[in-house]
């Protein structure tokens, strides 16, 4: 049995190291790790982040917007590929919550 491989932007590497300070093989693993695990603004109760992920996804229909371990990561919405990935902004770190636990 062969694994696909997600063949994720080099645009998305290229931010990943500039945004976050990830070299490859970390960027590649937090884009797996946010695909599968990472939180659409649905997981998350009323507020300003469910606000700012609201507004970034419908704002890209296109696309999937998903939050992990302070980042914001962008998906392609037909596959697993990531486009972009940048940090949570500074104004919203002390707000996310996700099932009344603080995840960050």
């Known amino acids: 049995m062969s694994r696909v491989k997600t063949q994720n932007t080099d645009h ?3 931010r990943a190291a500039e945004r976050c300070g990830w070299g490859k093989k970390k ?3 937090m884009m797996k790790m946010a695909s ?3 939180k659409s603004y649905g997981h998350f109760p009323e507020g300003p982040i469910r ?3 609201e507004k970034k996804q419908f704002g890209s229909p296109s696309k999937r ?3 992990y371990q302070n980042y914001v990561f962008v998906f392609c ?3 697993t590929r ?3 990935v940048y940090p949570l902004p500074q104004e919203l770190l002390g707000e996310v ?3 009344k636990q603080q995840i960050c």
């Open 51 to 53: 606000d700012f992920l």
């Open 82 to 84: 990531c486009i972009t």
């Open 97 to 99: 919550i996700y099932e």
């Open 77 to 79: 919405s037909t596959s």
């Open 12 to 14: 998305s590497y290229l």
């Open 65 to 67: 917007i998903k939050l």
């Open 36 to 38: 599968r695990y990472g």
């Open 27 to 29: 960027a590649r693993e």
